[in-house]
């Protein structure tokens, strides 16, 4: 029983990358949870919490795909950067956190409002730099890390 929930669970991962391809956004299962991953350089110009028209493009697709296959699910809309300090910023946002929940915000809010998502399937939560995918020892790994995840959860 255990491997035929596994293979439905990869199975689900190789759908939802197909449907995704070419979007920018990726998808990848942690445990039980699907996530679904923006990267900062896709969706917001550098300091900025407004989604630009590529990010509301790959969303369009990623909402897309909750609405039609996770209507009934959760989504935790998270926000990640790197552990530079800002210095590209209109919005001059004191702190990496702000401008984590701000891009989180931002993600939500389109969703909601554009895409027609439910505001109560949606919980936001900021990291900042405290939860990098790798270590943000280089200016490629900084990139990675700076990101909005939508977490899919029952």
Known sequence: AMEASAREADAEVVKLRSQLAGTGVGVERRGDVLVLSLPSGLTFSSGSATVNTKGRSSLKSGAGALKAS????????????????????????KTNLRLSIERAMAVSDYLIAEMGVEGSQIRIAGHGEFDPAVANDNQKNRAKNRRVEILILD
């Open 70 to 93: 996770y209507s009934e699910k959760t989504f935790w809309v998270e926000g990640h950067t790197d552990n530079e300090q800002l210095k590209k910023s209109k919005e001059k946002w």
